[in-house]
């Protein structure tokens, strides 16, 4: 219920936001309203309820009398004060509608509050009151549920409702029978609405723990495959503990492509709502192949190569693209306006060569001038570097550097040579860089490093610091970067998928832009299949700052 009435008081934002045009009790209501002071807040908009005497303000002081009615668990007062202004044509008349909706269904009203919901025109608020209508009905009859089916199918949280109630019996009566199968045929048409969920978020992680005639006991705590799994451990617990239902079931790929074949057969692989990993090409292939014809939501955890998932309507990276890392980069430089000449240096991996030379293509495109473009590797990176000018004594050819590797050997010639000399050209790297031991960046003479977002940890919040310390409490140790990678990506499949929608990513997805994180900077997977918010960041007085 506070979820829903959060969501009221977000879009409410009245149109009398300047303090001057509204009378005094009206604001001192209001102020006891935002301080849960609900009892004062009735007794304050009541008396400018008056349509005549007050106008348009009456149907403001009555939507907020409701707030505070429910807010005080008075939904008869609620609904008092909502049903004059209910069909009134004004500028909030749906919230209106969907506040008096959650009185009904608090009431007890059932029937009333579907009835209400029925005429709400904004698809917005619409989704939120089908949200609303699981939440009640879900606790309803199964009589209630199927006597008013015809009624209230369109409501699609009334059908996902009823679906839920008759799946739990062990027992349906011919009638119910056959109003499951008319929410199923209803539902044929959304491939998402094929298979009938109930409430419980089932999450199946695979990852290639050991190896093909390895045990258990041969895996290593300090292996970055371990360190993820604990991640996403947690964020199932934090889940748990926020009240959601998780199901969480694991399995061992062996990186063996006929033991993994056979785990999609498992019932619990085959019921999942989200398949999380594997991590390897060859398996992630057939894994991805998988979710397509289950239409299972199928989530790579660390990779940026999304090419092989184009075609794809069910897999996702939970990490940037290397086509979302290079708009992000090419943004963030027309931004900056430091010059049109790019160097660019990548390393041997399949990400940063592929990422180096779109690059190479799209900033010509966008009218820079890639002055040099080299594999580098811990031998040649500083000479790399002073080929550009930077090195003591000499003017840089070049007007920022991009330099694409995970290679703390790397990182480490690079710093070495800046920290050696003073030089004032930027250079845009990977957020990897930021948890190299040796380098402190805000030690140094010129601050011209740059980091390049790759689902980027927020380190110095207060989320982070509870995170850190909650972790150590059950495990002795501090969560490592794949770990907290891990509980995110646990924490951003909870605020996308929704029961009401059958764990439908897509749509979460699509009904918003970015959504920011809880231990991380943010995400944007709107009409993407990655996450497409990739900012670069500087220091500036300890923290990091997005330059955009």
Do not use: C
């Amino acid at each position: 219920m506070r979820n829903l009435l959060f969501f009221i008081s977000l879009l409410f934002i009245s149109q009398f936001s300047s303090a001057q045009a509204l009378p005094d009790n009206y604001v001192k209501a209001k102020n006891s309203l935002d301080a849960k002071d609900y009892w004062t807040a009735i007794n304050g908009f009541k008396p400018l309820t008056d349509a005549d005497k007050y106008g348009n303000l009456a149907n403001y002081a009555a939507f907020h009398l409701a707030e505070a009615a429910l807010g005080a668990n008075q939904p008869a007062e609620a609904i008092a004060a909502l049903q004059p202004i209910y069909g009134k044509n004004w500028n909030k008349a749906d919230e209106a509608k969907y506040l008096l909706a959650l009185a009904y269904f608090q009431n007890s009203q059932n029937s009333e509050a579907l009835r209400t919901i029925k005429s709400i025109k904004n698809e917005s608020i619409q989704s939120q009151a089908y949200k609303a209508t699981y939440e009640y009905m879900s606790k309803a009859t199964a009589s209630y549920l199927v006597a008013y089916l015809d009624e209230f199918k369109a409501n699609e949280g009334y059908t996902a409702a009823l679906a839920y109630v008759l799946q739990k019996q062990s027992i349906m009566s011919s009638s119910e029978i056959a109003a499951l199968k008319q929410v199923k045929a209803s539902n044929s048409g959304n491939p998402s609405n094929n298979k009938i969920k109930d409430d419980v978020l089932d999450l199946v992680v695979v990852l290639p723990f050991t190896r093909a005639g390895s045990s258990v006991a041969d895996i290593n705590p300090a292996d970055f495959m371990f360190e993820l799994y604990q991640g996403i451990e947690f964020g199932v617990e934090q889940l748990k503990a926020e009240g959601r239902k998780v199901n969480l079931v694991t399995f061992d790929s062996k990186r063996d492509m006929t033991h993994l074949a056979n785990l999609l057969n498992d019932p619990s692989v085959r019921n999942a709502d989200v398949i999380i990993g594997p991590i390897y090409p060859e398996e992630i292939e057939l894994v991805s192949a998988f979710a397509e014809k289950e239409e299972i939501p199928f989530i790579h955890p660390l990779s940026n190569l999304a090419e092989r998932f184009e075609q794809s309507e069910f897999s996702y990276l939970f990490r940037p693209s290397v086509i979302s890392l290079s708009a992000g980069i090419i943004s963030t430089l027309k931004s900056q306006k430091w010059g049109r000449r790019v160097a660019i240096g990548y390393s041997g991996s399949s990400r940063d060569e592929k990422l180096g030379l779109l690059l190479e293509d799209e900033l010509r495109k966008a009218g820079f001038q890639v002055s040099k473009i080299q594999k580098i590797d811990p031998r040649n990176a500083s000479s790399f570097l002073q080929g550009l000018g930077v090195s003591a004594g000499e003017t840089a050819s070049i007007d920022q550097i991009i330099l694409l590797a995970d290679d703390p050997a790397i990182g480490q010639s690079v710093f070495s040579l800046m920290e050696s000399i003073t030089a004032s050209v930027p250079v845009l790297v990977m957020d990897s860089w930021l948890g190299f031991n040796f380098a402190n960046y805000e030690m140094m003479e010129v601050p011209n490093f740059y980091f390049i977002s790759n689902n980027t940890p927020q380190f110095d919040t207060e989320a982070m610091n509870s995170f850190r310390e909650q972790y150590y409490q059950r495990y002795l140790i501090y969560p490592m970067v794949n770990t907290i990678l891990g509980s995110e990506l646990v924490y951003w499949l909870g605020s996308n998928a929704n029961p009401v929608y059958e764990f439908d990513l897509r749509r979460g997805f699509n009904q918003r832009a970015f959504q920011p994180g809880r231990l991380t900077w943010g995400f944007n997977f709107k009409d993407a299949n990655n996450n497409s918010y990739t900012p670069v960041f500087k220091f500036e007085a300890g923290e990091l700052i997005p330059l955009q």
